[in-house]
């Protein structure tokens, strides 16, 4: 059984950093990319970036470039979500995901298979 379970999510100011992290498990790692995605209230889900765990080629969303970074731990079975100079609006709920990668550079939130349940991120102004 594919899991994928987020964590590191929480409170913090504006201009601060948090890390995200997504545990996964239940398929091989190496043949999957993993991407970062946002939903915040009365907003539509929204792509924040993905890591290709096979040769670690990542991809952002412009309102992210600089600010954020994905890497991943490929014998922890591993990805993070490095977020710095955070402001307001990426106040979110915060969702992992797995699928190959043409899927999730190309594909739509439907195509993408696998997802996590998600974790909040609030950041006070």
């Known amino acids: 059984e594919v899991q994928l379970v987020e964590s590191g999510g929480g409170l913090v100011q504006a201009g601060g950093s948090l890390r995200l992290s997504c545990a996964a498990s239940g398929f091989t790692f190496d043949d999957y990319a993993i991407g970062w995605f946002r939903q915040a209230p009365g907003k539509e889900r929204e792509a924040v970036g993905c890591i290709s765990v096979s040769d670690g080629s990542t991809y952002y969303a412009d309102p992210v470039k600089g600010r954020f970074t994905i890497s991943s731990d490929n014998a922890k079975y591993a990805a993070f979500l490095q977020m710095n100079s955070l402001t307001p609006e990426d106040t979110a709920v915060y969702y992992c995901?797995?699928?190959?990668?043409?899927?999730?550079?190309?594909?739509?939130?439907?195509?993408?298979?696998?997802w996590g349940q998600g974790t909040q991120v609030t950041v006070s102004s």
């Open positions: 995901a797995a699928d190959r990668i043409n899927t999730m550079v190309t594909g739509t939130f439907a195509d993408i298979n696998y």
